[in-house]
């Protein structure tokens, strides 16, 4: 009342049950006078300690969601403070009177650009809801991505009522940054006059937009970007990620993402750690949900490995065919990775994890096939010359399956708690003998898959197809 | 003031911006006093349409969300009214004040319980979330999962903080309903003394307890309980199917169901319809949203059919190995549903249909190897006697493979808008060949995996693997 009296327009008033405190919004401008009446009115109250003196929050501001037929059958609320938490932003105070045509939240000024656009996207653009992409890293698989997204917009805006925005492209050496998004079709001559990459400026700009439904999508093998993702997904950033080093790193580091994922309700996916787009961990994950007991793992999951041991035959040589493999894109870039068998150890190691196994990489056993020698090698020109120079060591190798009748397989195991990887002679009856080019294949013996095991198998390397499993990763993180 | 004057204590107050309208709650029994009052106050206003006269609604409850720290990094109030819109609590008026130590919502009196169970979990249980279950079917499929849950229940809260709760079991005959949850060690005793079946009764049961997290699990092959589904999807409660009937009705039916799933958030899954547990319909989802296109499905889709032209041969009879697969649950009740492909072309049917194709059952091209008069009898019996009869006609079809050095697959295609079922001879080099037992096979070829086939191959029949296919189901709703 003695606001009212001295001509101060109350925008809003919430007194909750039990509180015993009294919530008003007002105009800035009018905030100290405020005070001093409300001060002054209750000044007994006060210097008796019975009220405390009226305090003022600023930097705030007031949105509505107005409307006539708000009651509709599951609550505007719900949906309109799920929208504003999912994408972090803190609500100070609520007021919505019984007659539903009025909710009123106090924000801090700070989101309400995001407030808003969340909430118009959620209720008047027919559901079309727009992702924000952060992604470094646009190299073989990383210019695959970029091309999708731009060939499939048209499909996802129709189908799934969704439209991806990139906003920062990087790579090692620059990065570039548009709050309306990129332009697809050139991104590559505007990367040149970008800044200078820096990763820590790259999050902090990231994290100042402060954009709804955002998505950091890392596309490197670089160690240095994964150790990053934790800030991403404590600033309400989702990450996706075809690096295996976040996952293959300690357990402790790991398990440390999955918790901060769970705390902040920020999706880490990684599909394209194992298989590149197959849906292997994503099957794992499903059979493991729903208490389903792994019994073993067998799996080939080198695409280059299996490329090179289908193409190695008496007529060529080894050293030749890892060049192919490198030329064709389905080794990683530095191809000793792949051939030493650290990088099938780290695929492993993960399906191991994700069964629910706390093992740590060195617990797994590496049965190398590559001399001693060449994995010393400094440079990819090198290594391929050592390769050459040991020619008779794989040619002693493939004459085995000449006598045995079997091919060769690189072949990882997961077993009661074990897990070990290596060249194995595989028999014309397995279910490994016929995989060509440079499929995956994944063998999940379970106990309710017993007598036979759960297969899934097709490409696992390439370009194209773990630009595809990112992809997919990024549409289940937006249809979160 | 009036109403303070007159000692009427209020519990709330809530005026929005812009609104117009002041909101209080008081004791029911106050109301009328109040309104008096207040109208009284405001008589010149009201009399000259300034104002409306006081209204009062009735049958609420108010309830309040209280504590100390309440401002964390994401909102209390997004927590709260997202899992209060979730579970289809309308709520009429919201009172929040900037200190965030209170949050006081207005609800029907009706939902209060529900209400207080979901915001306790919510915030309080460490996230043990409680599910509700209301299962139809305890035959074979029915019962393993009946003990599947039971026997993962533990796990499932140790785990993955779920606890599913069994409201109700209902066979053809008797239903039993318990709101505190069935004991799973003995529901069979009890079911005999239950009510007499009657699926209106059902529903609306179920409806009127009102519970939150809830799912309807039908494990039949019933037309009649098919029916039902959209009943549950418009009432907040959410469908786990093995029945095929309803996606395997006319197209307008199936998108029916599915617009009603979006439209009222509640999910509406099927994983079973196609290969039992194997994550068949799960991958092909995930291809086609992530904007793959589907070039052709080629599939073996029967465990029962695989099963018997795995065992026919030389020294056996057809009749006698259709009995076995009967035996051992390959089958559906009816045999003749799996024999004259009818199940396999629901099941490609269904396939085509989520990979985005407008088709019908009559659609498909069905190349029957059962004589008409086998499919013309009216009991099991009978029919086993028919297939005896025509024992000449199987092995005759049997010796084509002989000649060929083959092996009988049924195998169900679709490719260009067009699919078929029927019987093939497969040779040896294909991958189809050294199917086991009762595995399904699918082969996806799409935009992306062009070469090579994306591959899901695995026990595709048997009612422990279909139970535990629905269960990864009730569990994909529950993490929702």
Same mark, same amino acid.
């Given at each position: 009342?003695?606001?009212?009296?001295?001509?101060?327009?109350?925008?809003?008033?919430?007194?909750?049950?039990?509180?015993?405190?009294?919530?008003?919004?007002?105009?800035?401008?009018?905030?100290?006078?405020?005070?001093?009446?409300?001060?002054?009115?209750?000044?007994?109250?006060?210097?008796?300690?019975?009220?405390?003196?009226?305090?003022?929050?600023?930097?705030?501001?007031?949105?509505?969601?107005?409307?006539?037929?708000?009651?509709?059958?599951?609550?505007?609320?719900?949906?309109?403070?799920?929208?504003?938490?999912?994408?972090?932003?803190?609500?100070?105070?609520?007021?919505?009177?019984?007659?539903?045509?009025?909710?009123?939240?106090?924000?801090?000024?700070?989101?309400?650009?995001?407030?808003?656009?969340?909430?118009?996207?959620?209720?008047?653009?027919?559901?079309?809801?727009?992702?924000?992409?952060?992604?470094?890293?646009?190299?073989?698989?990383?210019?695959? #991505?970029?091309?999708?997204?731009?060939?499939?917009?048209?499909?996802?805006?129709?189908?799934?009522?969704?439209?991806?925005?990139?906003?920062?492209?990087?790579?090692?050496?620059?990065?570039?940054?548009?709050?309306?998004?990129?332009?697809?079709?050139?991104?590559?001559?505007?990367?040149?006059?970008?800044?200078?990459?820096?990763?820590?400026?790259?999050?902090?700009?990231?994290?100042?937009?402060?954009?709804?439904?955002?998505?950091?999508?890392?596309?490197?093998?670089?160690?240095?970007?994964?150790?990053?993702?934790?800030?991403? #997904?404590?600033?309400?950033?989702?990450?996706?990620?075809?690096?295996?080093?976040?996952?293959?790193?300690?357990?402790?580091?790991?398990?440390?993402?999955?918790?901060?994922?769970?705390?902040?309700?920020?999706?880490?996916?990684?599909?394209?750690?194992?298989?590149?787009?197959?849906?292997?961990?994503?099957?794992?994950?499903?059979?493991?949900?729903?208490?389903?007991?792994?019994?073993?793992?067998?799996?080939? #999951?080198?695409?280059?490995?299996?490329?090179?041991?289908?193409?190695?035959?008496?007529?060529?040589?080894?050293?030749?065919?890892?060049?192919?493999?490198?030329?064709?894109?389905?080794?990683?870039?530095?191809?000793?990775?792949?051939?030493?068998?650290?990088?099938?150890?780290?695929?492993?190691?993960?399906?191991?994890?994700?069964?629910?196994?706390?093992?740590?990489?060195?617990?797994?056993?590496?049965?190398?096939?590559?001399?001693?020698?060449?994995?010393?090698?400094?440079?990819?020109?090198?290594?391929?010359?050592?390769?050459?120079?040991?020619?008779?060591?794989?040619?002693?190798?493939?004459?085995?399956?000449?006598?045995?009748?079997?091919?060769?397989?690189?072949?990882?195991?997961?077993?009661?708690?074990?897990?070990?990887?290596?060249?194995?002679?595989?028999?014309?009856?397995?279910?490994?003998?016929?995989?060509?080019?440079?499929?995956?294949?994944?063998?999940?013996?379970?106990?309710?898959?017993?007598?036979?095991? #759960?297969?899934?198998?097709?490409?696992?390397?390439?370009?194209?197809?773990?630009?595809?499993?990112?992809?997919?990763?990024?549409?289940?993180?937006?249809?979160?």
């Amino acid at each position: 009342e003695e606001i009212s009296n001295n001509n101060i327009n109350i925008i809003m008033i919430t007194q909750a049950s039990s509180e015993h405190s009294i919530c008003i919004g007002i105009q800035k401008s009018e905030a100290e006078k405020a005070k001093k009446i409300v001060d002054e009115a209750f000044k007994y109250e006060i210097e008796s300690f019975i009220l405390n003196a009226c305090r003022i929050e600023s930097k705030l501001s007031i949105i509505a969601l107005v409307g006539d037929k708000m009651k509709n059958h599951q609550g505007i609320s719900g949906k309109m403070f799920s929208a504003l938490g999912k994408n972090n932003i803190n609500v100070k105070a609520i007021s919505q009177g019984s007659s539903e045509r009025n909710i009123t939240a106090v924000i801090e000024e700070n989101d309400v650009k995001k407030a808003i656009n969340t909430l118009h996207e959620r209720f008047f653009e027919q559901n079309i809801k727009q992702i924000n992409l952060f992604i470094i890293g646009i190299g073989n698989v990383g210019s695959k #991505l970029l091309n999708q997204i731009n060939q499939q917009s048209e499909y996802l805006k129709n189908k799934l009522k969704l439209k991806l925005r990139v906003i920062a492209i990087s790579n090692s050496k620059k990065m570039i940054f548009y709050e309306n998004g990129i332009d697809l079709e050139n991104y590559n001559s505007k990367i040149m006059s970008g800044d200078d990459t820096n990763i820590e400026n790259f999050i902090s700009k990231a994290r100042k937009l402060n954009l709804r439904n955002s998505v950091f999508v890392d596309n490197t093998a670089s160690s240095e970007i994964s150790k990053t993702y934790k800030h991403f #997904l404590k600033n309400n950033i989702n990450v996706v990620t075809c690096n295996k080093i976040a996952c293959a790193d300690t357990f402790e580091n790991y398990i440390e993402l999955k918790e901060i994922s769970k705390k902040y309700g920020t999706k880490f996916l990684f599909e394209t750690n194992v298989g590149a787009g197959l849906p292997i961990i994503d099957t794992l994950n499903n059979l493991v949900n729903s208490g389903d007991k792994i019994i073993s793992i067998e799996a080939i #999951l080198s695409g280059s490995l299996n490329y090179i041991f289908n193409n190695y035959n008496v007529n060529n040589k080894f050293s030749e065919v890892v060049k192919n493999a490198m030329d064709e894109g389905y080794t990683e870039p530095d191809p000793k990775i792949d051939l030493s068998g650290i990088d099938v150890a780290r695929k492993i190691l993960i399906l191991a994890r994700e069964s629910g196994e706390k093992i740590e990489l060195k617990n797994i056993t590496n049965n190398s096939f590559i001399p001693e020698e060449c994995l010393k090698t400094r440079s990819n020109l090198e290594f391929l010359k050592s390769l050459e120079d040991n020619e008779d060591h794989f040619k002693k190798i493939l004459s085995q399956t000449v006598s045995s009748n079997s091919k060769i397989k690189y072949v990882a195991e997961y077993k009661n708690g074990v897990a070990s990887v290596g060249l194995k002679y595989i028999n014309k009856d397995h279910d490994f003998y016929n995989l060509e080019g440079s499929d995956n294949i994944v063998l999940f013996k379970t106990e309710r898959y017993k007598s036979q095991p #759960l297969i899934v198998k097709g490409a696992g390397a390439g370009s194209e197809v773990t630009a595809a499993g990112i992809f997919a990763d990024i549409i289940r993180v937006s249809r979160n």
